[in-house]
């Protein structure tokens, strides 16, 4: 038995100009999740599911008007089907009966010589599970098909897997426009006071709801419309992962600069190291663009998301150690710092911020292994709930967006924290509002740093003479 494979990428797939060899068969495309109707999710409505094959067949030479020689037969199973694991189809072309099995129920066209025949074939979808067709040519000689496959699930044309991200992205959409009205209010309410740092954090925020929201309404089109994904990506598509990945990028990036004091500790950065900022974010968000669309090609190819492209792979997670560590020395010398000048105001943010990121780096941890032993197949996860894999970096950048949003939030004191100097915290000082000393505007603030100590001891020595003269001038003379 000769069979070969043709891998196509929607959920109504076009099968133009497909030649079937003479005794083979063909699988048109890799087995697809469906849920049965008592079974499927009701968020959209429900129909019932089908799935169904519609066009033209030629052949290339002639036969008996009685022969039958195209067959269709449908493939079903609880978990993902193999083509190892498929019947010997081609052995029921001798045969009468429609069914191999009762996991493989056929349907039979008759070919006239001459004519194009049309093709009109459905089936059922009465359980939840993978299916897969299968199409046998019979007859001695070649046959040209012109057909659509069309797998319609209870609530549209979205595979069973990929259904989830349709909520998911809008549940993401909304909690994205609610961070963004918030913090937008937050930022028109004080914008007397406000740093370029914020200014950055609510440009996030907009990139991450208009992704969210480009990803919704792609999915909903997918799913009333059946349109195909790839390849080439379509152009929304192209749009949601660009956007997703600079959100990504300048989201790891915007971290690093306030872990290296900006906005907080310092008014700006110098020059070299907002050069090498932009470096690190330019390469890694290339690699993470070239990365993504790979892997959108390889979901569509095999329904799930396989073993990346090493390389561009490899790209991405050097770029990811970069940050990574880059991140965890800059908040370790800045609290350093801030310990040893006794910034307490200041250090108790970094110290609240270093726990939420220790928290966050725990759970990265855990997922990624997990991630690891799901696409080992030591660790089962139902189809139905992959798409919370494939979710979840989206969740967890949205986790530390609030976290930064909450921690660096627009307020009258915002703009005077990198403007400042703490004064160094001992009994003598209790009688002042320590506070107060250290939260200078930018103006003000100059006021702490003109001269130096050594001046200050000389001008009070100056007043405490010009002090002792008059003193003795107004003294009565013994």
């Not at 880059?326 to 307490?344: F, G, H, N, P, R």
Request: glycine content about 6%; charged content about 20%.
């Amino acid at each position: 038995m000769l069979l070969t494979m043709t891998v196509v990428e929607s959920a109504i797939y076009p099968l133009n100009g497909l030649v079937i060899a003479s005794s083979s068969a063909v699988v048109p495309m890799k087995d697809m999740p469906m849920f049965s109707y008592e079974d499927s999710p009701s968020w959209f409505g429900k129909s019932m599911p089908f799935i169904s094959i519609t066009g033209t067949v030629k052949g290339s030479e002639g036969a008996s008007d009685s022969q039958k020689v195209l067959r269709a037969f449908l493939g079903f199973s609880v978990e993902p089907l193999r083509i190892a694991t498929l019947p010997d189809v081609l052995a029921s072309c001798s045969s009468d009966v429609g069914d191999i099995s009762k996991e493989f129920p056929g349907h039979s066209l008759d070919f006239v010589e001459g004519n194009s025949n049309k093709v009109d074939i459905s089936f059922n979808v009465n359980r939840t599970g993978w299916y897969m067709i299968v199409i046998a040519n019979c007859m001695q000689n070649e046959l040209q098909l012109d057909v659509d496959i069309a797998y319609r699930n209870p609530y549209g044309f979205l595979n069973g897997w990929a259904f989830g991200s349709l909520p998911m992205d809008g549940i993401l959409s909304l909690s994205y426009f609610i961070l963004g009205l918030y913090y937008f209010y937050k930022c028109l309410r004080n914008r007397q006071h406000i740093l370029r740092l914020q200014y950055a954090i609510l440009l996030v925020i907009l990139m991450g709801l208009i992704e969210r929201f480009t990803w919704f309404i792609t999915y909903l089109e997918m799913n009333e419309s059946g349109g195909k994904t790839c390849c080439p990506v379509r152009s929304d598509i192209t749009f949601s992962l660009a956007l997703a990945v600079f959100k990504r990028s300048s989201s790891a990036l915007l971290l690093l600069a306030v872990c290296l004091g900006y906005g907080v500790v310092k008014p700006t950065l110098d020059r070299y190291t907002s050069a090498g900022i932009l470096f690190l974010g330019c390469f890694y968000t290339f690699a993470s663009l070239n990365l993504d669309l790979a892997k959108v090609a390889d979901i569509s190819k095999h329904g799930k998301q396989t073993n990346p492209e090493v390389f561009s792979a490899l790209l991405v997670s050097i770029c990811d150690v970069v940050i990574v560590f880059w991140i965890y020395t800059a908040m370790s010398d800045i609290q350093k710092e801030l310990s040893e000048s006794q910034q307490v105001v200041k250090l108790g943010m970094y110290q609240t911020l270093a726990r939420a990121l220790a928290v966050w780096a725990f759970v990265w941890l855990v997922f990624t292994i997990l991630e690891v032993m799901v696409s080992q197949a030591k660790v089962d996860v139902q189809w139905r709930y992959w798409f919370l894999l494939v979710s979840f970096w989206d969740i967890f950048y949205l986790g530390i967006l609030v976290q930064i949003c909450y921690l660096w939030a627009p307020s009258e004191l915002s703009s005077q924290y990198a403007y400042s100097h703490q004064l160094p915290t001992s009994e003598d000082l209790n009688e002042f509002d320590q506070i107060g000393l250290e939260l200078q505007g930018p103006d003000t603030a100059a006021e702490f740093v003109i001269g130096d100590d050594d001046d200050d001891m000389e001008e009070d020595d100056e007043l405490s003479l010009e002090f002792d003269e008059d003193e003795d001038e107004e003294s009565p003379k013994n």
